[in-house]
Nanobody, 129 residues
Framework: QVQVVESGGGLVQAGGSLRLSCTAS????????MGWFRQAPGKEREGVSC????????YFTDSAKGRFTISRDNAKNTVYLQMNSLKPEDTAMYYC??????????????????????WGQGTQVTVSS
């Protein structure tokens, strides 16, 4: 049984940093493109950053470029999202996603509506001004 579990969310002031973690089990981790998505109240879920199976290729939405970094530790079946210079508009529920049906991170992150083979339950990020 596949499980995807996020952690690391919280409340932070504008300009601060958070690191989200996502651990997946029950699957061959390197077969999967992994991604971070977010959904704010009243808005659609959107792709923030995605990474290929061995980490060679990454994708960032425009609002995340230069501020967020995505990485993965395949020995730990874990993907990370380091978020710096956080803004109030980054406030959202952040979800981790896994999909082996596509090979390009951008293909996962840019799907609209957001679709993935497996989803985590989400972790809340709140940025105060």
């Amino acid at each position: 049984q596949v499980q995807v579990v996020e952690s690391g969310g919280g409340l932070v002031q504008a300009g601060g940093s958070l690191r989200l973690s996502c651990t997946a089990s029950g699957l061959t981790f390197t077969d999967y493109v992994m991604g971070w998505f977010r959904q704010a109240p009243g808005k659609e879920r959107e792709g923030v950053s995605c990474i290929s199976g061995y980490g060679a290729t990454t994708y960032f939405t425009d609002s995340a470029k230069g501020r967020f970094t995505i990485s993965r530790d395949n020995a730990k079946n874990t993907v990370y999202l380091q978020m710096n210079s956080l803004k109030p508009e980054d406030t959202a529920m952040y979800y981790c996603a896994a999909d082996r049906r596509i090979s390009a991170p951008g293909s996962l992150c840019r799907r609209s509506p957001a679709l993935a083979e497996y989803w985590g339950q989400g972790t809340q990020v709140t940025v105060s001004s």
